[in-house]
């Protein structure tokens, strides 16, 4: 502790109390080792060696750190602190006293008894104070388990040792844990805490029936683990609805790093954690060899796919970002969050439509990105069914704006963000992100191994959270007290975290920048593991909420709208799959035609959308497009107006 350090009037008493134990300890160190023979020793000595010990101690103690702590909290971290205290103080006491009387007066045998004597009289009134409070939050947790949520603990690992502590420390916790449940069966029998590990937890029924053969009836299932697979966590809510329990989980163990907490508080599962998969290992290196010291564009950069981009990008230390939207209010957030988030990279925010070719090679004659993502687009597939020119517009020429103003301006790489409603296409929004994709491919395959501009397809399916999705609309209707509204009972669709895509989507444009001719014109595939019923994910949600599914919460069926597809692909049956180096990632062959083949078409698109005539748009796009179709009970645009 430094003299400049201010100390609180606490910390000052625990200073007094062991200097006074310093004192005390070289007393009784003394008698101990010389009994009633004390009194033939000469006095004066024996004074000035207690005087001496008592001033050196306190020098010790004060630099130590030992009022750092708080005795509430005492550990073996302080007794570590309070053993090195003691140790230099009575060698240096040892030092002093040779060099000034080669110890004549003294009797040596003191220096280790007055070791032990002051470890006692340090150590013992810090662990009695610790275990009295202790007795006093057990003893209110006792008296007020009555008011208390009962909880029942899945993992017997850090998490759960980490919760019961901050649960023991804090007089108003909401909670009680009454046992804990395990993956792991050497754990069962034992105890964290004084709380047993009651059962495995695949038996959660099992242990909830012994809690209450004892007298305790668990009210909430506790998730202790942040790595838990969906799956697993699909199980366990299925698990705690049959019981009648609600689901939550544990902070992150972070929170807990101090060891001190105000009050515990336990979260909601989110449904992130329901469709969660393992973290796919990264390759770091790669993606900051990739953006590191670049100038790189995003566009559709306040949307949900466009920001989260911004973030990560930002992370790995650009020598600038350009971040381009339409839309003036996406914009402006984003911009502020990069200003705070990450002030010491250099930005321009550029209102700007990437359909306004004369615009878009503007920005970028100012700009010069050297690496471009390209996330703008129209995805909200009813919507853009009933605005077909917009979709194409957009979707296309927008893209096909940016990949040529990317050619001529010599950018060094091109990221396309595409989806899977590109395979097998049943909506506009679909077909014109087929037609986007074809023309990257075509114009990737063109390059060859030439110096050109790279240009990387990232296809996924829906995001979590993103604009327009599922979970925010049935997150919005559960708040509104339902119903929840499922088009179809069968529709299933492929689910990813924003984060988990993005990470990915850098991943795969790291991989295909480092290019070679084996990835020509090939589409990154992001692997989203299992398809998810949406009806499964509506029941869930209400599960999540503590409600009950059509009791509580209404589910209404209200069909399939125009362009939906009943279930998603990852690959079309004409790309074959190519194996990839990174997890997580799957690479489909290309399947585009030539430049010369596609340009005349987009040109002739183009010109069809300038003069808003929808019906040859449509045709335009079956012709690129041949394997274009309306999903049988989706309807078609007329009947849905």
């Given at each position: 502790m430094k003299f400049t350090k201010k100390i609180s009037p606490r910390s000052l008493v625990a200073y007094a109390h062991d200097i006074a134990m310093a004192g005390l300890s070289f007393a009784l160190a003394l008698y101990l080792r010389l009994g009633d023979d004390i009194t033939l020793y000469n006095p004066d000595p024996l004074i000035q060696g207690g005087v001496i010990f008592v001033a050196i101690s306190a020098v010790v103690f004060w630099f130590s750190g030992l009022y750092r702590g708080v005795w509430r909290y005492a550990s073996i971290n302080d007794l570590l602190a309070i053993t090195r205290a003691v140790t230099i103080a009575v060698l240096t006491f040892l030092l002093v006293m040779f060099l000034w009387t080669r110890f004549l007066h003294l009797p040596r045998s003191i220096i280790p008894i007055n070791w032990f004597v002051l470890m006692a009289l340090l150590g013992g009134p810090r662990f009695i104070y610790r275990l009295v409070k202790d007795r006093r939050f057990d003893l209110a947790n006792e008296n007020g388990n009555g008011r208390r949520i009962a909880v029942l603990l899945v993992g017997a690992g850090d998490g759960a040792e980490l919760f019961i502590r901050a649960l023991r420390r804090t007089e108003d916790s909401n909670y009680r844990v009454v046992g804990i449940v395990s993956d792991r069966p050497e754990r069962i029998g034992q105890q964290i805490h004084g709380i047993d590990v009651i059962g495995g937890a695949d038996d959660i029924a099992g242990a909830v029936k012994k809690l209450r053969a004892a007298g305790t009836r668990p009210q909430r299932l506790v998730l202790t683990k942040d790595d838990m697979d969906g799956t697993r966590v699909r199980s366990l809510l299925d698990q705690a609805d049959a019981l009648g329990l609600t689901m939550a989980r544990l902070p992150s163990l972070t929170d807990f790093k101090s060891g001190v907490s105000d009050k515990v508080e336990v979260k909601p599962v989110a449904v992130e954690d329901l469709l969660?998969?393992?973290?796919?290992?990264?390759?770091?290196?790669?993606?900051?060899?990739?953006?590191?010291?670049?100038?790189?564009?995003?566009?559709?950069?306040?949307?949900?796919?466009?920001?989260?981009?911004?973030?990560?990008?930002?992370?790995?230390?650009?020598?600038?970002?350009?971040?381009?939207?339409?839309?003036?209010?996406?914009?402006?957030?984003?911009?502020?969050?990069?200003?705070?988030?990450?002030?010491?990279?250099?930005?321009?925010?550029?209102?700007?439509?990437?359909?306004?070719?004369?615009?878009?090679?503007?920005?970028?004659?100012?700009?010069?990105?050297?690496?471009?993502?390209?996330?703008?687009?129209?995805?909200?597939?009813?919507?853009?069914?009933?605005?077909?020119?917009?979709?194409?517009?957009?979707?296309?020429?927008?893209t096909v704006n940016v990949a040529d103003t990317c050619v001529e301006t010599g950018v060094s790489a091109m990221v396309l963000i595409s989806t899977d409603k590109a395979i097998n296409p049943t909506s506009i929004m679909g077909a014109s992100k087929r037609i986007a994709e074809s023309y990257c491919q075509a114009l990737d395959l063109k390059r060859g191994d030439g110096d050109g501009t790279r240009f990387v397809t990232v296809r996924f399916g829906n995001v979590l959270g993103s604009t327009g999705s599922v979970v925010p609309l049935f997150q919005k209707q559960l708040a509104e007290g339902g119903p929840l509204t499922v088009t179809h009972p069968d529709m299933t669709r492929y689910?990813?975290?924003?984060?988990?895509?993005?990470?990915?989507?850098?991943?795969?444009?790291?991989?295909?920048?480092?290019?070679?001719?084996?990835?020509?014109?090939?589409?990154?595939?992001?692997?989203?593991?299992?398809?998810?019923?949406?009806?499964?994910?509506?029941?869930?949600?209400?599960?999540?909420?503590?409600?009950?599914?059509?009791?509580?919460?209404?589910?209404?069926?209200?069909?399939?709208?125009?362009?939906?597809?009943?279930?998603?692909?990852?690959?079309?049956?004409?790309?074959?799959?190519?194996?990839?180096?990174?997890?997580?990632?799957?690479?489909?062959?290309?399947?585009?035609?030539?430049?010369?083949?596609?340009?005349?078409?987009?040109?002739?698109?183009?010109?069809?959308?300038?003069?808003?005539?929808?019906?040859?748009?449509?045709?335009?796009?079956?012709?690129?497009?041949?394997?274009?179709?309306?999903?049988?009970?989706?309807?078609?645009?007329?009947?849905?107006?």
């Open positions: 969660g998969r393992p973290q796919t290992a990264l390759d770091r290196g790669a993606m900051a060899g990739l953006i590191e010291g670049k100038r790189v564009l995003v566009t559709g950069a306040g949307g949900s796919i466009g920001s989260e981009l911004v973030r990560q990008v930002c992370d790995f230390k650009p020598a600038e970002i350009g971040l381009l939207d339409h839309s003036e209010l996406a914009l402006y957030t984003i911009d502020r969050e990069t200003a705070l988030g990450w002030p010491d990279i250099s930005r321009q925010s550029v209102i700007a439509d990437v359909r306004d070719r004369e615009r878009v090679i503007q920005v970028f004659d100012r700009f010069r990105p050297e690496l471009v993502f390209h996330a703008a687009a129209l995805k909200h597939v009813p919507l853009v069914e009933l605005n077909v020119v917009e979709g194409a517009t957009t979707n296309i020429a927008g689910f990813m975290t924003v984060r988990e895509a993005v990470e990915l989507v850098l991943q795969a444009s790291a991989l295909g920048h480092g290019g070679n001719g084996r990835q020509d014109g090939k589409i990154f595939v992001l692997d989203m593991g299992e398809s998810i019923r949406i009806m499964d994910l509506a029941e869930q949600m209400i599960r999540l909420a503590g409600l009950k599914p059509g009791k509580d919460i209404k589910i209404d069926i209200t069909g399939i709208r125009p362009g939906e597809k009943l279930f998603e692909e990852v690959f079309h049956g004409a790309e074959p799959l190519v194996a990839t180096e990174c997890p997580g990632l799957l690479l489909a062959a290309p399947r585009a035609g030539s430049l010369d083949d596609l340009s005349p078409a987009l040109d002739e698109l183009a010109q069809a959308c300038r003069g808003d005539d929808e019906e040859r748009v449509i045709a335009i796009i079956q012709k690129l497009v041949p394997e274009y179709h309306v999903e049988d009970g989706a309807g078609a645009k007329a009947a849905s107006g």
